[in-house]
């Protein structure tokens, strides 16, 4: 769908607004593509780069299934975050995104509102998906989880085998062209490894055939929020997933 002019304009500040935080020098050229030159400018797409995987068609059954999964979801007692939870959340855009983001868990804001990626962390998200030239309702974001973790721990072991049942489905019948896993508990679920994030980040790793790019996750941005080299980084992963997808 093209964008109209207001769409490109929110587009664009928000992409003028994430780089200039990242700390990265550009020029715009073509506000329509909402990139610039230099070192905001997506690369091309490289022969290193692994291959998009083939997209079948998605079928009535297949969102009604996805459906199917929410209403799930919201009733769900197979571990015991549900005795936390004051809504579940199963996730939210395009069920046939091309591009989708996973996290760690619900937060507060998640919680009360039953939608991933709300709070500052959840803003900070979104701005980097318009940054992408991405609108919210182009993409699909979920966690490996479903409800909140008590005092936003980690998830455990159980917890996430429990809950990962719905996630996977949901990849299934989605089928985006490319992951990003925010942090490390999705980044390990999907593209296990023994280095730390800063280490195997910017790096594709690879789930049922489709290409998975591990990045920091917005909170600890948020949280080291003087920190325009992480924000440099993640900027630069996400690069690498515009590239992949032909988004210049």
């Known amino acids: 769908m093209k964008k109209n002019a207001a769409e490109i304009r929110a587009d664009l500040k928000a992409h003028l607004d994430f780089l200039s935080e990242a700390g990265v020098g550009f020029v715009v050229r073509d506000p329509e ?8 400018k997506a690369p ?7 291959s998009l995987p083939e997209r079948p068609a998605q079928t009535a059954a297949d969102k009604e299934a996805l459906s199917d999964i929410d209403r799930r979801v919201g009733a769900c007692t197979l571990c015991d975050l549900h005795r936390f939870r004051t809504r ?44 992408m030239t991405f609108r919210e309702d ?9 409800c909140r973790p ?3 721990r980690v998830p455990h072991f159980e917890e996430i085998e429990a809950c990962s049942r719905y996630l996977i489905r949901q990849i299934e019948l989605i089928r985006p062209k490319v992951i990003v896993t925010l942090g490390k508990t999705p980044t390990d679920y999907f593209v296990p490894g023994r280095e730390g994030m800063t280490a195997r980040r910017g790096r594709f790793g690879s789930y049922l055939g489709i290409p998975v790019m591990p990045t920091f996750h917005p909170s600890y941005l948020v949280r080291n929020e003087g920190n325009r080299e992480l924000k440099r980084m993640v900027w630069e992963d996400m690069q690498k997933v515009m590239a992949l997808l032909g988004r210049k």
Not at 33 to 40: H, K, L, N, V, Y
Not at 44 to 50: C, N, Q
Not at 138 to 146: C, Q, R, T
């Open 138 to 146: 182009e993409v699909y974001i979920a966690n490996m989880v479903k």
């Open 44 to 50: 091309h797409a490289s022969a290193g780069m692994p």
């Open 88 to 131: 579940a959340v199963p996730g939210e855009g395009n069920w046939e995104a091309e591009l989708m983001f996973i996290g760690e868990g619900p937060g507060r804001d998640e919680d009360l509102q039953g939608r991933p990626f709300v709070g500052r962390a959840g803003q900070l998200l979104r701005k980097i998906i318009a940054a």
């Open 33 to 40: 593509a909402g990139i610039g030159a230099g070192e905001g």
């Open 150 to 152: 008590p005092e936003n």
